[in-house]
């Protein structure tokens, strides 16, 4: 059965639709975050951050480090949660979980039959056996989104956008679907349509390298996706003497605050259950509102008082979205999508559409405007 994947050379061009991924196994847990900051206590200043770092039994060290190309990202957020292929989003005690969609095995039977046919590009004998899917099994979006590359690839935009159309219908929460709806409606000119699909699968699926690849090929479209704004200079973790504070002294001083509240974190349980109500050490935005607000507070400082000489611009352009009251959004984005790519499934309908919001306010720009 053909899993929803672009084959790297597919990407680069408008007219490109799925081909094969192998499906990595969803353990039990999930990441989890918090939705809205409701009664959460007040962040702690840097100063006031630095002088529980001074009075506690913990050894903190402060360690000069250069950082990675990218930041510590990978280091402080590592993936924990794998990619579910398929993706059902059930309801259970309030809590939406992810799992995967259920394929009955008639129509997968008829989905591998088919495949050998849209390799060898019969998409009119592709069709009629996704045609046959459908009927089979009307309310699996599987067999729609295959029998609309069958159409898309024949040249047919208007029929595949139908069936793309269709499968969103039956589940929404599939991002390669909306990616391939907004490339049927862009290949029909309707480039304002394509822009909110677009926008709906990043949305959903925030580092979906595919669609990423897709727009830095395709410059005729006039639109970029920007990197990431959240590139951290600082970081913290565990060593034998206590916790090790690490800091790029050739980056904004900022992110010296950031890493001494990630050591908070890491050092003092009680700041963690009093900020959270738990001291397990997952993700959660409170932690990472927390410690960027840190970040942006001496930022702002060193601005005012004139020292801009090792300004960081991302930061720059993260207080304009903290400013905006996006900032949660962006932590979910750039930071929950990367210890969970499928956060946003596990989100409640208003703060996914706010999410979309983000994505086409800061993320999916005009070329040569906000993008770079």
Same mark, same amino acid.
């Given at each position: 059965?053909?899993?929803?994947?672009?084959?790297?050379?597919?990407?680069?061009?408008? &007219?490109?639709?799925?081909?094969?991924?192998?499906?990595? #196994? !969803?353990?039990?847990?999930?990441?989890?975050?918090?939705? !809205?900051?409701?009664?959460?206590?007040?962040? /702690?200043?840097?100063?006031?951050?630095?002088?529980?770092?001074?009075?506690?039994?913990?050894?903190?060290?402060?360690?000069?480090?250069?950082?990675?190309?990218?930041?510590?990202?990978?280091?402080?957020?590592?993936? %924990?949660?794998?990619?579910?292929?398929?993706?059902?989003? @059930?309801?259970?005690?309030?809590?939406?979980?992810?799992?995967?969609?259920?394929?009955?095995?008639? $129509?997968?039977? /008829?989905?591998?039959?088919?495949?050998?046919?849209?390799?060898?590009?019969?998409?009119?004998?592709?069709?009629?056996?996704?045609?046959?899917?459908?009927?089979?099994?009307?309310?699996?979006?599987?067999?729609?989104?295959?029998?609309?590359?069958?159409?898309?690839?024949?040249?047919?935009?208007?029929?595949?956008?139908?069936?793309? %159309?269709?499968?969103?219908?039956?589940?929404?929460?599939?991002?390669?679907?909306?990616?391939?709806?907004?490339?049927?409606?862009?290949?029909?000119?309707?480039?304002?349509? !394509?822009?909110?699909?677009?926008?709906?699968?990043? #949305?959903?699926?925030?580092?979906?390298?595919?669609?990423?690849?897709?727009?830095?090929?395709?410059?005729? $479209?006039? $639109? @970029?996706? %920007?990197?990431?704004?959240?590139?951290?200079?600082?970081?913290?973790?565990?060593?034998?003497?206590?916790?090790?504070?690490?800091?790029?002294?050739?980056?904004?001083?900022?992110?010296?605050?950031?890493?001494?509240?990630?050591?908070?974190? /890491?050092?003092?349980?009680?700041?963690?259950?009093?900020?959270?109500?738990?001291?397990?050490?997952?993700?959660?935005?409170?932690?990472?509102?927390?410690?960027?607000?840190?970040?942006?507070?001496?930022?702002?400082?060193?601005? !005012?008082?004139?020292?801009?000489? #090792?300004?960081?611009?991302?930061?720059?352009?993260?207080?304009?979205?903290?400013?905006?009251?996006?900032?949660?959004?962006?932590?979910?984005?750039?930071?929950?999508?990367?210890?969970?790519?499928?956060?946003?499934?596990?989100?409640?309908?208003?703060? %996914?559409?706010?999410?979309?919001?983000?994505? /086409?306010?800061?993320?999916?720009?005009?070329? &040569?405007?906000?993008? &770079?």
């Amino acid at each position: 059965m053909r899993q929803f994947i672009f084959v790297l050379g597919c990407a680069s061009v408008l &007219g490109c639709a799925s081909t094969p991924k192998p499906v990595p #196994a !969803a353990p039990p847990e999930a990441a989890r975050t918090s939705q !809205a900051e409701q009664e959460t206590p007040e962040y /702690l200043s840097p100063s006031e951050i630095i002088k529980v770092l001074e009075d506690s039994k913990v050894a903190y060290r402060v360690d000069g480090k250069d950082s990675p190309p990218g930041g510590w990202g990978d280091q402080l957020w590592p993936q %924990r949660v794998a990619l579910i292929d398929v993706p059902q989003v @059930v309801v259970e005690g309030g809590r939406r979980t992810i799992r995967e969609w259920p394929t009955p095995t008639g $129509l997968k039977a /008829l989905l591998d039959e088919a495949e050998p046919h849209f390799q060898a590009k019969r998409y009119d004998e592709a069709a009629k056996l996704y045609a046959q899917a459908t009927e089979l099994c009307p309310d699996c979006y599987v067999g729609w989104v295959f029998r609309g590359d069958a159409d898309y690839f024949a040249g047919d935009a208007a029929t595949a956008l139908a069936h793309y %159309r269709h499968a969103t219908t039956l589940n929404p929460y599939d991002h390669r679907t909306w990616f391939f709806q907004g490339n049927a409606l862009a290949k029909l000119g309707r480039f304002e349509e !394509a822009l909110d699909s677009w926008a709906q699968c990043l #949305a959903l699926s925030p580092r979906y390298p595919v669609i990423r690849q897709f727009f830095r090929a395709n410059a005729h $479209l006039g $639109l @970029v996706i %920007r990197g990431d704004t959240i590139v951290p200079r600082g970081y913290a973790e565990r060593d034998a003497e206590g916790v090790s504070i690490q800091f790029d002294p050739n980056h904004d001083p900022a992110w010296l605050a950031f890493a001494n509240c990630k050591a908070l974190w /890491l050092g003092e349980p009680s700041h963690r259950r009093e900020m959270t109500g738990s001291t397990e050490e997952q993700f959660t935005s409170v932690e990472e509102m927390e410690c960027l607000a840190s970040a942006l507070a001496v930022h702002e400082g060193q601005k !005012a008082a004139g020292n801009t000489d #090792a300004s960081d611009p991302t930061l720059d352009r993260l207080f304009a979205i903290a400013q905006e009251g996006l900032l949660l959004e962006a932590v979910l984005f750039e930071v929950g999508a990367r210890v969970h790519p499928q956060i946003a499934l596990t989100l409640e309908d208003e703060l %996914r559409q706010r999410l979309k919001k983000y994505v /086409l306010m800061h993320v999916l720009v005009p070329a &040569g405007g906000r993008g &770079g």
